[in-house]
């Protein structure tokens, strides 16, 4: 069973924080890594997608990809009060593959 | 330009009774993905559509759940004779292309008494 593993928190940091997000997952083959953030009764959000190795940044949210130790994380700059919800990390198998497999998230509660 | 949308929103059903949850994709989107969510656990595929094709069932109960996507009209996940633990939030998401991400709708959430 290919898995995708978060540590389901919570993790509190300050307004104005980075707040770091891991992820690791067991399918070497995997291809594309995606962030999805989601509010409590809500639905997810995609907030960052990631294919290559190294950093990707986009505003506040930097997502971070290493294919040899099988790790994606999140970072989340300057935080908000209203960045507290719970990240999930979702990981797509290799060609030919198209479902998600998630985590089962990371809640995130920033305090101000 | 309208997101995914998905009706109803929430759907309460008696034990035995049929459940239909309705998903029209955004425009320009023919790849359909439905996953669901039972409390406290992460969101689990179920099955993927393309325009009158079923691509990948695998996530999907080998009873009782069946899924289309019409030429015409929405995505249709039907759960027939609903039991208790079918109790969940169901998300479609849809994108333009196999390789594109995955945008997600509001989702309905079901209940079963």
């Given at each position: 069973?290919?898995e995708?593993?978060?540590?389901?928190?919570?993790?509190?940091?300050?307004?104005?924080?980075?707040?770091?997000?891991?992820?690791?997952?067991?399918?070497?083959?995997?291809?594309?890594?995606?962030?999805?953030?989601?509010?409590s009764?809500?639905?997810?959000?995609?907030?960052?997608?990631?294919?290559?190795?190294?950093?990707?940044?986009?505003?506040?949210?930097?997502?971070?990809?290493?294919?040899?130790?099988?790790?994606?994380?999140?970072?989340?700059?300057?935080?908000?009060?209203?960045?507290?919800?719970?990240?999930l990390?979702?990981?797509?198998?290799?060609?030919?593959?198209?479902k998600?497999?998630?985590?089962t998230?990371?809640?995130?509660?920033?305090?101000? | 330009?309208a997101?995914?949308?998905?009706?109803?929103?929430?759907?309460?059903?008696?034990?035995?009774?049929?459940?239909?949850?309705?998903?029209?994709?955004?425009?320009?989107?023919?790849?359909?993905?439905?996953?669901?969510?039972?409390?406290?656990?992460?969101?689990?595929?179920?099955?993927?559509?393309?325009?009158?094709?079923?691509?990948?069932?695998?996530?999907?109960?080998?009873?009782?759940?069946?899924?289309?996507?019409?030429?015409?009209?929405?995505?249709?996940?039907?759960?027939?004779?609903?039991?208790?633990?079918?109790?969940?939030?169901?998300?479609?998401?849809?994108?333009?292309?196999?390789?594109?991400?995955?945008?997600?709708?509001?989702?309905t959430?079901?209940?079963?008494?």
């Open positions: 069973q290919k995708v593993e978060q540590n389901s928190g919570p993790l509190s940091v300050p307004e104005g924080a980075i707040a770091s997000l891991n992820c690791t997952y067991s399918d070497r083959g995997s291809q594309s890594f995606f962030w999805y953030r989601q509010y009764g809500k639905s997810p959000e995609l907030i960052m997608s990631i294919y290559s190795n190294g950093d990707k940044e986009d505003g506040r949210f930097t997502a971070q990809l290493n294919k040899a130790s099988q790790y994606v994380s999140l970072l989340i700059r300057d935080s908000q009060p209203s960045d507290s919800a719970t990240y990390c979702a990981v797509k198998e290799g060609k030919g593959f198209q998600l497999v998630f985590g998230g990371t809640r995130l509660l920033v305090s101000p | 330009n997101g995914v949308m998905q009706n109803p929103r929430h759907l309460v059903r008696r034990r035995g009774q049929e459940a239909r949850l309705r998903c029209s994709p955004m425009k320009g989107h023919s790849h359909v993905y439905w996953y669901r969510q039972l409390p406290e656990e992460g969101l689990k595929f179920m099955v993927y559509l393309q325009k009158e094709n079923i691509i990948d069932e695998s996530g999907m109960p080998k009873e009782r759940f069946s899924a289309e996507f019409p030429k015409e009209g929405p995505s249709i996940l039907r759960i027939q004779q609903v039991v208790r633990g079918d109790s969940a939030a169901y998300f479609c998401a849809s994108s333009p292309n196999r390789d594109y991400e995955q945008y997600f709708g509001p989702g959430r079901l209940t079963v008494t």
